[in-house]
């Protein structure tokens, strides 16, 4: 037999809890654990991830940082150089002058200049195998 | 479900016995799942990033400190992982402006049936803007526990009370024709 008990509402707090308190249970499929097991086997069997080499990689940080700071230091210097030559001839300076001077020494120092380029190069190539293929 | 169990569980595999976890796996099987269906209603899914959540229980076991207990900790983990998979892939839904109620919400037995009603309801919580639908999500799977669905959220109880009032507060403006049915019951 039915019986009207009233006008329920969905508003009404108990109502939705009653609702949404019964939401339907499953259950775990039957290999549901042996799955899982199955993968946490396999995670404990795999090697341990590579940790970052930060010992040889600090190395080549701190000679990457030096030369960034080079760089910025010819390039800053070669602004403002550029920028005070500018304002005394009204812009119209060629450019190979507005170099500083360690770059207008001639041959000698453009040799000098290229070996420490060349020894900048061998040492980021050689800092890189190292990275790359360990203490090899 | 035993703490006691979970924590001497938890020990022996941080020293090494990797068989220990399939007493957690098999303790927690039935909640996690229940609590991913609860989120994608999808059970292949569910499975899946349950057994997703139990191999980062496994890699992160040594970080469960033993402050709370371990079911709280399990569940901040799950939620934590449910709700980014479901940000990343969202769950099949339709906007909740355009779930239909019944034209007539009294069949012609003079009331709506349970089940119909239900099912609006659930639907109606499933197109909720997510950290409303996840409040209730978790407040009805904690059992109406205020406190635990704070802690699986990671959000202070008040924040949950406020999102729990408003996300009703919508499903009561999103389906006022239910809210006047009359209802019938067995008597």
């Known amino acids: ?136 | 479900m035993s703490a006691i169990d979970d924590q001497t569980d938890v020990e022996r595999v941080v020293a090494g016995d990797i068989s220990a976890f399939e007493g957690i796996v098999r303790r927690w099987q039935g909640p996690l799942i229940n609590l991913a269906y609860r989120f994608c209603h999808d059970r292949g899914r569910a499975e899946e990033m349950a057994q997703e959540v139990f191999l980062r229980t496994y890699r992160s076991l040594r970080q469960w400190r033993k402050d709370a207990v371990f079911s709280t900790w399990l569940f901040a983990l799950a939620t934590n992982l449910y709700r980014s998979e479901l940000r990343r892939i969202p769950a099949w839904t339709v906007p909740l402006e355009v779930i239909a109620e019944p034209v007539d919400a009294r069949p012609s037995d003079g009331g709506l049936e349970d089940h119909d009603r239900d099912l609006a309801v659930r639907r109606a919580v499933g197109v909720l803007p997510a950290k409303y639908r996840e409040a209730l999500i978790l407040f009805y799977f904690h059992d109406m526990d205020v406190a635990s669905a704070a802690r699986s959220l990671g959000l202070p109880e008040g924040t949950v009370k406020a999102r729990l009032s408003r996300g009703r507060e919508m499903l009561r403006s999103k389906l006022p024709q239910l809210l006047a049915v009359p209802r019938l019951k067995e008597a």
Do not use: Y
């Open chain 1, 1 to 136: 037999m039915r019986r009207l008990i009233g006008h329920d509402q969905i508003g009404d707090e108990n109502e939705l809890n009653r609702i949404l308190s019964r939401e339907d249970e499953i259950l775990p499929s039957s290999g549901f654990a042996v799955s899982v097991m199955d993968a946490v086997r396999r995670e404990a069997a795999a090697p341990p991830p590579i940790p970052f080499p930060w010992k040889s990689a600090m190395a080549g940080l701190v000679v990457g940082g030096l030369a960034m700071g080079l760089v910025l230091v010819a390039g800053i210097f070669v602004l403002v150089q550029s920028g005070r030559e500018a304002t005394t001839a009204h812009f119209s300076m060629p450019l190979p002058s507005t170099l500083p001077p360690m770059f207008n020494g001639g041959v000698e120092a453009a040799a000098i200049w290229t070996v420490l380029a060349l020894l900048l190069a061998l040492i980021s190539v050689k800092l890189s195998m190292r990275l790359a293929f360990g203490r090899a």
